[in-house]
């Protein structure tokens, strides 16, 4: 495709004054220090107009992996803040919805803990840094409510059970024996015994014991450089359990064991509670943070229509190398950073400036 756009017959000898002018532009950049973007992009162009050089090879390989070190977005989660109460539970939030997005989209973001997070910005407000450069999204918000509504009501429910059994003489036996002899001939003796029970009508007190947690939190999803609120929001979740208790009786042969309400205790409840709003954030903020390989492309897209030529090469390098990282199609990506180092370089374009739909990556 880059024969075409420059207008070539062959890749090999009659792209070599041009390949060696993109080497030398690479061998610059790295000099230059702190371009190894623009380096890349260069090194793209010409192993892809003389192929199977080596050093050209290994050297991509090392960019590829010096970018893909700082391709992800880094973020931090810090202490949410609780609510006054005998339970707290910031630390487990925020603790559950790192972990999350650790488990969940490892390619797009860095998990910076908050200790390291904290000691960084200690360091900054020493300095008299302004703004916060450590990370890029910062997570953090507050525990609006965590309790536990625990209810008892009193009944009294009657039943009808059996308090004796045995057996006894069978009355239809006894009549038989009255029969004369012919008239037992003509009917089978019945049993001379049955069983029998006798029922009775017994109250009991009971306890129907009822537990309700309700768990709140709102959170943000913060900007760090710029301090902008990117997506607000709020999670309440709740959760019931009931049981019974109740009181021991014996009457004749019938007897009813005292039962205790078995439930789980407020902590163990608000643990389950604090972990599903954990749950449920992270999977709210894994699709605000997914796809930045789409979020970089599109990022250097506009970059470069305002001629910021170097900013772009940088971004759309990051997004090529977040797309590899996912074993996601990075042809377009790759065309697009070499397109924007050549602007960068030389002022001029291969071919001209992505649509929208052209930064979609293959899934």
């Known amino acids: 495709h880059m024969v075409g756009a420059l207008g070539l017959e062959s890749p090999q000898e009659a792209f070599k004054p041009f390949v060696d002018k993109v080497r030398a532009l690479a061998s610059k950049a790295r000099k230059a220090g702190k371009r190894p973007a623009q380096e890349l992009g260069l090194l793209y162009l010409a192993d892809e107009l ?61 998990i910076i803990e908050r200790e390291q997070y904290e000691a960084i910005k200690r360091e ?35 039943m ?67 301090g902008k609120v990117i997506f607000p ?41 604090a972990a599903k709003i954990s749950a449920d954030i992270g999977g709210k903020l894994t699709e605000r943070l997914s796809r930045q390989e ?8 506009a970059a470069a229509s305002e001629g910021h030529y170097l900013k772009a090469t940088e971004l759309m390098a990051r997004a090529e190398a977040i797309a590899l990282r996912k074993g996601l199609d990075a042809s377009q990506l790759r065309e697009h950073l070499i397109n924007h180092a050549m602007a960068d370089s030389l002022g001029c374009l291969l071919y001209t400036s992505p649509s929208p739909r052209d930064l979609s990556t293959s899934r």
């Open 50 to 110: 003389q192929p199977g050089r080596g050093d050209v090879s290994g050297r991509i390989n090392e960019l590829q992996n010096e970018i893909a070190a700082i391709a992800p977005r880094e973020v931090s989660t810090t202490a949410f803040r609780d609510p006054s109460g005998d339970y707290k539970f910031g630390d487990k939030i925020a603790a559950g919805i790192t972990q999350y997005l650790f488990k969940s989209i490892p390619q797009d973001v860095r």
């Open 124 to 158: 900054q407000d020493l300095r008299g840094a302004s703004s916060l450069t450590s990370v890029d999204y910062l997570i953090t918000g507050s525990v609006l409510e965590a309790k536990v509504e625990d209810t008892q009501q009193k009944n009294r429910r009657t």
């Open 160 to 226: 009808r059970v059996v308090t004796e059994t045995g057996t006894r003489p069978n009355p239809a036996y006894l009549e038989w024996l009255k029969m004369t002899e012919s008239q037992q001939d003509r009917i089978k003796a019945p049993a001379e015994i049955e069983d029998y029970e006798n029922r009775e009508d017994v109250s009991i007190n009971v306890t129907i014991h009822r537990k309700v947690g309700i768990f709140s939190v709102s959170y943000r999803l913060i900007d760090a450089h710029s």
């Open 233 to 273: 929001d709020s999670v309440t979740e709740s959760i019931e359990f009931s049981d019974e208790s109740t009181e021991g009786v014996q009457l004749g042969d019938f007897t009813l064991d005292f039962k205790l309400a078995n439930l789980p205790s407020d902590v163990e409840i608000l643990n389950e509670l």
């Open 294 to 301: 789409e979020a970089y492309a599109s990022t250097a897209t």
